[in-house]
């Protein structure tokens, strides 16, 4: 019997949605070579992550066996893929495949951290093979709401997996690869050990819609529209960002794309050739001289990104563009869950300047995930002998499992930290990894549990009150101690300033408190944030954060 496994360890992306890294091993066990199927990113909150840039995958593991790490496939060029590529580079090390357009975004990363262009190597689709380690690796065209998504088929001595990557089932996706319902089918031939599948709309009871349903609506829309038209969608999806400036284009309108993002993914498709008949557009300094009724924006902001131009122009004015009553502002996308509070913001401020906005509608907007009768076809094409569901919450992890075992197939319910062994007949928890999240605030990387973001909420909630008290070298106090305050009412329940009262009643502390203690700087702190507390308590009902600084002055 041999003594080597086929692993599967989800480092991010299995029990959440985004953030997605998967590692795949194979060899003798705690000596497995690997594999790292995607490294993307999430974005923070104001409710849970405050101040935080991006939230990244908690790698230690991986990168404690970095030596075992042959390379880094990226399936698609989705931020929460391909997102923190770049971010761990220096930790990693390894090489980076993915195809061109993907490539072309991975480089463009690479290149605002100072890596070699090299770091990262175009490959082509299947049946082109990368050979790495233990691993063969092709690229299988899928469609998604980004170009050149795919598959990987990942051969190893211990089986064939499939990780489906994003995908759905669509046949005129616009602007990409459409599904090929036999090549995936092919696939199947020499036996699938596992299917690592994507879970998103598992919920979704009804076929997904294809791309090319959305353009006789939109451009309907924005024939029959007066005033200025402005409309968002995510900067990635290429398709909608062609089937829009179409639509503008035939309503007779000159066509303005705005946002960074935006313009960095149509460069991106020229460079790589997946764009090759994108309708001309003009630059915002010109489109500040077209007349209003024959201008049409598509700007960045979908899910209410605060420095995105979306939410720029709903504060007023945008590159000097001023939106009025009678514009049109079309959300062709779908709020993720989360940023509901963003996107509500930056409607209300339109509607507050007369400005019609239309978001929810689903005749301008389509996933670009599979939905269950789409799941359904992927396990009949693959016939895998088992199905790990993956990219997905924890609730959709476990619906996919039972529409897995509906069709007669094993289902594992793995989330981030299960190492999976694939060997045997039944797929196993071979054993249990520490994962969680980073956090990237400002230029520094901290661990989620440091403590930093946790102090911060904390005096979000509670305001913060600092103490600076001066000692002799007797350890006898020169003076009171005073305050300053920060996010604290200013006077409370003795209709006295909070200042005052906390300098009095920190004076009456030191005024009483033994030598013992006012030679320890340590009962000192304790003392006088205890006093700070209280006295906030009594007065205006917070139990403040409380810094003291003890200075000492010496012979």
């Known amino acids: 019997m041999s003594n080597e496994r086929l692993i ?51 790698i230690t593991w991986l990168a404690e066996r970095r030596d075992r790490l042959e390379a880094v496939f990226v399936t698609h060029a989705h931020e929460d893929h391909i997102g923190a590529v770049a971010q761990y580079y220096d930790r990693l090390g390894a090489p980076v495949y993915a195809r061109a357009f993907t490539a072309n975004l991975a480089r463009r990363k690479m290149a605002e951290f100072g890596y070699p262009e090299k770091a990262v190597t175009t490959v082509a689709p299947w049946p082109e093979i990368t050979q790495v380690g233990p691993f063969s690796v092709g690229y299988v065209p899928t469609s998604h709401s980004i170009p050149e998504s795919s598959g990987l088929v990942i051969d190893t ?60 609506p939109i451009t309907n829309l924005v024939a029959q529209s007066g005033g200025m038209f402005v409309c968002t969608t995510f900067a990635s999806n290429v398709a909608r960002l062609k089937t829009l400036a179409e639509a503008g284009v035939r309503a007779g309108r000159s066509v303005c794309l705005m946002g960074r993002a935006m313009q960095r993914m149509v460069e991106a498709g020229h460079e790589s050739g997946v764009i090759t008949d994108f309708p001309p557009t003009i630059t915002p300094e010109e489109a500040a001289s077209v007349p209003r009724g024959s201008l049409m924006l598509i700007v960045t902001g979908s899910q209410g990104e605060r420095r995105a131009a979306s939410a720029q122009l709903a504060g007023g004015k945008y590159n000097g563009i001023v939106l009025k009553e009678g514009d049109t502002f079309l959300f062709s996308s779908k709020t993720i869950p989360g940023n509901e509070r963003g996107v509500i913001r930056i409607m209300n401020k339109f509607s507050e300047m007369g400005v019609d906005v239309i978001e929810g509608d689903e005749r301008y907007h389509v996933s670009g995930h599979a939905n269950r009768p789409d799941l359904d076809v992927m396990h009949k094409l693959l016939k895998p002998q088992m199905v790990i569901p993956m990219h997905g919450e924890h609730r959709h992890l476990r619906e996919h499992v039972k529409l897995a075992e509906a069709n007669n197939l094993q289902g594992i319910l793995a989330v981030n930290g299960m190492m999976i062994d694939l060997g045997g007949k039944a797929p196993k928890v071979a054993e249990y990894v520490e994962t969680g999240r980073t956090y990237l605030d400002g230029s520094t990387r901290i661990g989620a ?73 340590a009962k000192i702190e304790e003392g006088l944030r205890r006093v700070a507390r209280q006295s906030t308590q009594r007065e205006i009902g917070k139990r403040p954060e409380v810094t003291v600084v003890i200075s000492r002055l010496t012979d």
Request: hydrophobic letters at 40%; aromatic letters at 6%; one cysteine or more.
């Open 8 to 58: 599967y360890l989800p480092l991010g992306g299995a029990g959440e949605i985004g953030m997605n890294a998967y590692v795949y091993g194979y060899g003798a066990p705690g000596k497995e070579r690997l594999i790292l199927v995607d490294l993307g990113l999430t974005f923070p909150d104001m409710d849970t992550t405050p101040g935080v840039d991006l939230i990244l995958p908690d």
């Open 157 to 216: 001595p211990g089986g064939r997996i499939v990780h489906t990557g994003d995908f759905k089932i669509d046949l005129t996706p616009g602007v990409g690869e459409p599904f090929d319902h036999a090549l995936w089918e092919s696939l199947a031939a020499p036996g699938v050990k596992a299917l690592a599948c994507d879970s998103t709309n598992v919920f979704s009871h009804h076929e997904g819609r294809s791309e090319s349903t959305v353009a006789e």
């Open 449 to 521: 549990l440091d403590g930093v973001v946790r102090d911060r909420i904390r005096m979000a909630l509670n305001g913060h009150v600092m103490v600076n008290i001066i000692l002799d070298e007797e350890d006898d106090p020169l003076g009171d101690p005073w305050v300053e305050t920060m996010g604290l009412a200013e006077t409370g329940r003795s209709r006295t300033a909070l200042v005052d009262v906390l300098e009095e009643d920190m004076s009456v502390f030191m005024g009483r408190a033994q030598k013992k203690v006012l030679s320890d700087d």
